[in-house]
């Protein structure tokens, strides 16, 4: 069994359009690291210096990463991660 990552329409150009991929690892930075060894480009789009990427949500089994430890949140064979790149809005 592996971890089940959603992908948003933004990032799908590095998962051949795949709403939703296959990835494995102890953390999610291990599971980042090994989305990349598939689907080149993506780690560099969620991860950056080591840490989540400022506008980037994670969620974990539908909780937020942020209120996890981050990253290094630990993940099992059988979660759901789910990628949303954060939105902003409003009257200007």
């Known amino acids: 069994m592996a971890i089940e990552v959603r992908i ?3 990032l799908r150009q590095y998962t051949e359009g795949q709403k939703a991929v296959e990835g494995t690892g102890d953390t999610l ?3 980042f690291a090994d989305l990349e060894t598939r689907h080149t480009g993506i ?3 969620i ?3 080591g840490e989540l990427r400022r506008f ?3 969620y ?3 909780e937020d990463v942020r ?3 981050g990253i290094n949140s630990k993940v099992a064979d059988g979660d759901n991660v ?3 790149p954060a939105v902003a809005g409003g009257m200007s």
């Open 67 to 69: 209120f996890l430890d």
């Open 47 to 49: 991860v950056d210096g």
């Open 29 to 31: 930075a291990e599971l």
């Open 56 to 58: 980037v949500n994670v």
């Open 82 to 84: 789910t990628i949303l």
């Open 60 to 62: 974990l089994n539908d």
């Open 43 to 45: 780690h560099a789009r």
């Open 8 to 10: 948003p329409t933004i």
